[in-house]
Every structure is written in C-alpha cells, then in structure tokens.
C-alpha cells in the first residue's frame, strides 16, 4: 500500500476540484486574455494528462535498475518553477470546444479515484511502459505521481489566476 502517495494525492484533489467548481458555466469558457487558456481548456488538458496517467499505472510496467524516485527532484524543479512556460504535448492539448464545468468536474473526479485505486495496489517502484514522458523517458509510478500532483498544483494556480483575471472585467 503507498498510503503516502495516496495522501498526496488527496492534497491536491480537493483543491484542484475547488477550483474548477468556483466557476460559473457563463465564465467557464470564457479566456481571460487573447492567447490564454480558459478554465475549461485548463480541465479538459487535466482530463486528458490525468487519463494517460491511470493508463500509465494500469499498464505493462518492467523491473529498475536506478532509484525508483530518480526523478522526483527534476520534476519538482520544473512543474513548480511558475515562472516558466511550457508546451503540452499535441495530443494533451484542450480541442477549444465549448466544454462543460460539472462534467470536467466529474471527470477529473473519476480519474483521481481510479488513480487512487491503482496507487494502493500497484508497485510504483517500477517503469511504466506504455510511453516516455515527452523528453525525459521513462518514469516509475512513483515519478508519475509526482509529476501528477505537481502540474495539478501548477495548474490550479493557473485555474485561480484566471479566475481572478475574469472577476475583474
């Protein structure tokens, strides 16, 4: 059991959900500035990231010969480094359809259970195959988690920021 993972999670679940919820569905689509994302684009990328790493964690994993937590400072350093931007990977990005909160919500809410679920069963010391993380390679379960909890926490910041930026127009 990896209770402390699963804690972890818990940490970023309930504020992560917050903050989607804090929409209005009038608001929910709407950008804050030309070029940026919208709260909805914001949840649907989580919906997909958070898809791909409950496929991750049920998927074909192999034996390390490194420390299963290698990883873990790097993905720290980047995820929580505000000041930088990144790219999603093309097939992470939102599609720019009219989304729905309650069922982005609901979305996310059910990938967090199923990742939770997995994370009390599965051995997270070990590679998950099923695809590299886009220029670093492979991660255990245990990176992946870290990677999860660390872009929920850059993104709920951003999901507040453009909360804050809508209330002011």
Request: proline letters at 5%.
């Amino acid at each position: 059991m990896n209770s402390s993972l699963i804690i972890e999670i818990d940490r970023t679940t309930l504020p992560l959900l917050e903050a989607i919820s804090v929409f209005e569905q009038k608001d929910f689509n709407r950008t804050p500035f030309n070029g940026a994302w919208s709260a909805a684009q914001v949840a649907e990328h989580l919906v997909k990231v958070e898809s791909g790493v409950s496929a991750l964690l049920s998927g074909r994993t192999a034996e390390v010969s490194r420390d299963p937590e290698a990883f873990v400072p790097l993905i720290r350093k980047i995820f929580l480094d505000f000041d930088q931007k990144y790219k999603s990977p093309e097939e992470m990005l939102p599609s720019g359809k009219i989304q729905h909160r309650d069922k982005l919500y609901q979305s996310i809410l059910s990938n967090r259970e199923r990742i939770t679920d997995l994370v009390s069963v599965a051995d997270l010391n070990r590679i998950c195959e099923l695809y590299p993380f886009p220029g670093a390679g492979y991660y255990t379960g245990k990176e992946w988690i870290c990677f999860l909890n660390c872009h929920s926490v850059r993104h709920i910041r951003q999901l507040n920021n453009i909360r804050g930026i809508l209330m002011e127009k």
